[in-house]
């Protein structure tokens, strides 16, 4: 039989075999998304088959539209965690702090990390990293796959919905033949296209809607036309009843635009400043951009944090940008 990540088959016999009569917590990254939740779903079902204790650990809450795949899989909130001795697995971190600062203290050394950022180099016992797969949930589908694991419908559902997020709907450029494949191989596990579509994208809320009116009537074009950012002020969740999980697929406006090749969104946090960059193209590596700023992710869509003022961010990520479309339109053929 094919085997799919044949680099992973040793190490991932090795971790199991390292699992049994330990306590796992699986950890995701803060502000988690569908391909964060789905792989933490799926690894802590794959462990609890094993015979294994593990549980899904998040330092925010699992987003509204998230909660279906949870079915009976454990989570539990990282201040609620308790004081018992668990070793860790991250998933979908694309470095030790994604997960937090407080998750990273009390796991200085994790024992594995399944990631597919670009910007990953590594920071496990185990690494399980493939910058070319489209979705966390992609290399773990193919893993447990080529280890001939079992798969549930509530694991399948869970794979498919990662996958499916990280691709856009299976439009990015990461949309691979593989992608497909895997995809077709979960829904003949159980997982349902239209409770996945129906739970994501048909249940917003007027909250989110409203936020949504703010961050559109704030874009801006810049660059001749090629970058497109938009601002999320101090006071907007107030203002407007909105979760900081409602700005999932807001900066994807901004980059929608004929024309634009960056999308842009900026958030006004606390006492620093959280950025989201989408480009169309990978070339123009919005990791690097956001390195920058201590931030990273993929060559297509990154994101940072970090403590400046808006005044002082704006005109230092405009000129990041800048260099970034310049290096591009000198790589192309005149």
Request: net charge negative.
């Amino acid at each position: 039989m094919k085997q799919h990540y044949p680099q992973f088959r040793t190490g991932f016999h090795a971790l199991l075999a390292a699992l049994p009569g330990q306590r796992v917590s699986v950890v995701g990254h803060q502000r988690p998304d569908g391909d964060c939740i789905g792989s933490q779903v799926a690894l802590c079902r794959l462990l609890k088959a094993h015979g294994i204790d593990a549980v899904g650990v998040t330092s925010d809450p699992v987003p509204r539209r998230l909660r279906f795949l949870l079915a009976d899989t454990p989570f539990v909130r990282r201040d609620n965690l308790g004081d018992e001795e668990r070793v860790a697995i991250f998933v979908d971190c694309a470095d030790h702090g994604r997960g937090g600062t407080k998750l990273r203290k009390r796991y200085p050394e994790p024992l594995a990390v399944l990631d597919h950022h670009i910007s990953n180099d590594g920071f496990a016992r185990f690494n399980f990293i493939d910058a070319g797969s489209a979705a966390t949930a992609e290399i773990l589908t193919g893993m447990l796959l080529d280890a001939g694991e079992p798969i549930d419908a509530v694991t399948a559902q869970a794979l498919y919905v990662g996958i499916m997020t990280d691709t856009g709907q299976f439009r990015f450029p990461s949309t691979s033949t593989r992608v497909f494949h895997f995809a077709a191989e979960l829904l003949s596990r159980g997982a349902q296209p239209s409770v996945a579509g129906n739970e994501l994208y048909e249940r917003e809320s007027y909250a989110k809607m409203q936020l949504l009116q703010r961050y559109l009537a704030s874009l801006k074009l810049e660059c001749g036309g090629r970058v497109c950012i938009g601002l999320l002020p101090h006071g907007v969740f107030e203002a407007t009843g909105a979760l900081i999980e409602d700005t999932e697929g807001l900066v994807d406006y901004a980059r929608a635009i004929d024309g634009v090749e960056i999308g842009v969104l900026i958030e006004e946090r606390g006492s620093g400043i959280k950025a989201s960059l989408r480009a169309k193209h990978a070339a123009y590596r919005m990791d690097l951009a956001a390195a920058q700023f201590g931030g990273g992710g993929h060559a297509s869509a990154a994101g940072l944090n970090c403590h400046d003022t808006l005044a002082s961010f704006y005109p230092k990520l405009l000129a990041v940008l800048e260099r970034q479309i310049q290096v591009v339109d000198s790589q192309s053929p005149s």
